[in-house]
């Protein structure tokens, strides 16, 4: 039943995030980013069964494979975010094509995974893809955040 609950936590968030992402927001850089992802993490390292006990050399090597693999996908999420000042100033976000094209990426590359596991009989179970979404939202939260800060003053040159 948690492996349940697990997925539809997952989609969820995958959900709300995709969903916000596309559309224009406003950016606060004093938001904590770092909250959803550490309660994702919590989630998923509370199951002692994150890794598989029968094949631990390559469900730990899957899991790290997947932890890399959605760090750099943090990062390109990250960058492929508009950032601009809006007419009062505040910094707005918004997705774009690419970012849309940086999740299609994400899914095909975590699905390869997955089948490699299962072509080696690795259980892979939710709790690994929380801990993994974790670090995705952790990482391209703080690419967007280094990016804002980077941004030049409201009225001066596009920088992102």
């Known amino acids: 039943m948690a492996g349940l609950a697990n997925l539809l936590v997952i989609l969820a968030v995958a959900a709300l995030v995709v969903g916000?992402?596309?559309?224009?927001?406003?950016?606060?850089?004093?938001?904590r980013y770092w909250l959803l992802p550490l309660v994702l993490a919590v989630v998923a390292l509370r199951d002692p069964r994150l890794v598989d006990p029968a094949h631990t050399t390559g469900a730990v090597a899957l899991l790290a494979?997947?932890?890399l693999v959605v760090a750099a996908m943090g990062t390109v999420w990250g960058w492929?975010?508009?950032l601009w000042h809006g007419a009062d100033g505040r910094l707005r976000m918004q997705g774009t094509r690419a970012t849309v094209a940086a999740w299609i990426g994400l899914l095909a590359v975590r699905a390869g995974l997955f089948g490699l596991g299962a072509a080696l009989h690795v259980h892979q179970g939710t709790n690994a893809l929380l801990l993994s979404l974790g670090a995705l939202l952790l990482v391209r939260g703080a690419v967007v955040?280094?990016?804002a800060r980077t941004l030049a003053p409201a009225g001066g040159p596009f920088a992102g």
């Open 80 to 82: 492929t975010v508009r």
């Open 65 to 67: 494979a997947s932890l």
């Open 20 to 31: 916000r992402q596309l559309r224009p927001q406003l950016l606060d850089t004093e938001r």
């Open 145 to 147: 955040n280094w990016r």
